[in-house]
């Protein structure tokens, strides 16, 4: 009994595939239409996207057309493959604006950006595009029950870009490109005024205008001595109970005696 039960679903498995693969290649549009719609909405969407594809230029201009976009985004978003899923769903919002599930293909379209995201530490292109898709969403949808969601997700991705920011700012300094390393954390400190990394990133800059100074040659040191004292003036100012003031403040005098000696060099070689 129980071998004639295995034998019976093998057949049915097989002759299941068998259907599909014969709708697939070589069956009317209508048939292929109706086997993804029923595929989709068994969420078997590995085998729905062929079918979809291949109705998708006979489907052009038609009612069904509208449906076989959506299903086609939604396919790829729930297969992973979130760069279609993205492209689709922007798409569908191009073709169908007044449809009843644009609003729904915003949030995806954009979801779809922020699952394609890598970590910091990577290239961050698709987090731009996530942050851009998601304030769309947020400006345009600001009453969708999704709304708490996507401010979440926005506030995530914009951690992430600061955190970018900042990490390639302090490689500049690791590196010892002080010049570089003080314009990224000028910038950062602009754009990210609230940031978790400002007292880091105020201490940084100070260290490479510092680093920079001291090992300035003579014609251009006492201007950069000058820069780190402004960038000294402005972390004390921002976090004057700081662990760091100690170091900071014994470079100050390191500054000082610096400056009081390259003023004197500069003196002497003009009197001669």
Same mark, same amino acid.
């Given at each position: 009994? /129980? ?26 549009? =209508? ?6 719609? #029923?595929?989709?909405? *068994?969420?078997?969407?590995? %085998? =729905? ?7 998708? +230029?006979?489907?052009? +201009?038609?009612?069904?057309? #509208? ?12 297969? +992973? ?29 954009? %979801? ?6 890598? @970590? ?10 996530? $942050? #851009? ?16 969601? &996507? ?12 955190? %970018? ?28 005024? +609230? ?6 990133? $105020?201490?940084?800059?100070?260290? &490479? ?10 014609? @251009? ?7 780190? %004292? ?6 004390? /100012?921002?976090?004057? #109970?700081? *662990? ?26 003009? $009197?001669?």
């Amino acid at each position: 009994m /129980k071998k004639l039960v295995i034998t019976f679903l093998v057949v049915i498995v097989f002759s299941s595939c068998g259907e599909y693969h014969k709708v697939l290649n070589k069956g009317l549009n =209508a048939d292929r239409y109706k086997m993804a719609v #029923e595929l989709y909405e *068994k969420q078997d969407y590995s %085998k =729905a996207l062929p079918l979809f594809e291949k109705i998708v +230029g006979p489907y052009a +201009g038609k009612p069904q057309m #509208e449906r076989i976009q959506y299903m086609t985004a939604d396919s790829y978003y729930n297969t +992973g493959d979130y760069t279609l899923a993205s492209y689709y769903y922007t798409k569908f919002i191009a073709n169908y604006p007044s449809s009843s599930k644009v609003a729904e293909a915003a949030f995806l379209s954009a %979801k779809s950006y922020y699952l394609s995201s890598p @970590k910091y530490s990577l290239d961050q292109q698709d987090t731009s595009k996530a $942050l #851009e898709a998601f304030q769309s969403y947020i400006d345009n949808y600001p009453e969708s029950e999704l709304i708490n969601e &996507a401010n979440g997700y926005y506030k995530e991705l914009t951690n992430r870009l600061e955190q %970018k920011s900042y990490e390639v700012a302090k490689q500049y300094y690791h590196t010892e490109n002080y010049n570089a390393a003080m314009v990224a954390f000028d910038t950062f400190n602009e754009e990210y005024l +609230g940031s978790i990394y400002k007292e880091d990133a $105020l201490y940084y800059r100070f260290k &490479a205008s510092y680093d920079m100074a001291v090992k300035s040659i003579l014609t @251009k040191k006492e201007e950069r001595l000058l820069d780190a %004292k402004v960038s000294y003036v402005k972390f004390e /100012k921002s976090f004057p #109970e700081s *662990k760091r003031m100690k170091e900071l403040n014994n470079d100050l005098s390191q500054i000082e005696k610096e400056l009081k000696k390259t003023r004197e060099e500069i003196a002497t070689i003009s $009197l001669k």
